[in-house]
């Protein structure tokens, strides 16, 4: 059985980094894997994904520069560093796996992505 389990939120004040985690484990075969925020009100939001095994990676504007995806693939761990937040990073975030969007390319839309983990809160307060 497929699962995501993603760790490593907080709170946190304006400026301060936080690293999240996203273990998997199952037949992992995803093409696409990233990290999705969501607020109150709203639906889940594509921050980062990237695709596994050819490395591309594909941001939001709002978080370019700041945050960066990673893997470890011995432990089956994707990792999410985040620098220097503000306090509209804050939200639950959730780790995404699916398949690609309509090109071939991973997509920040939350459609494509099948998988999910339990969500874990990050808030960054001023």
């Known amino acids: 059985q497929n699962q995501l389990a993603d760790s490593g939120g907080g709170s946190v004040k304006a400026g301060g980094s936080l690293r999240l985690s996203c273990a998997a484990s199952g037949y992992i075969r995803w093409s696409c894997m990233g990290w999705f925020r969501q607020t109150p009100g709203k639906g889940r939001q594509g921050v980062v994904v990237?695709?596994?095994?050819?490395?591309?990676?594909y941001y939001a504007d709002s978080v370019k520069d700041r945050f960066a995806i990673a893997q470890d693939n011995s432990a089956n761990t994707v990792y999410l560093q985040m620098t220097s937040l503000n306090p509209e990073d804050s939200g639950m975030y959730y780790c995404?796996?699916?398949?690609?969007?309509?090109?071939?390319?991973?997509?920040?839309?939350?459609?494509?992505?099948?998988?999910w983990g339990q969500g874990t809160q990050v808030t960054v307060s001023s």
């Open positions: 995404a796996a699916g398949a690609a969007g309509y090109g071939g390319d991973c997509t920040l839309d939350s459609v494509y992505y099948d998988y």
């Open positions: 990237f695709n596994p095994r050819q490395g591309d990676q």
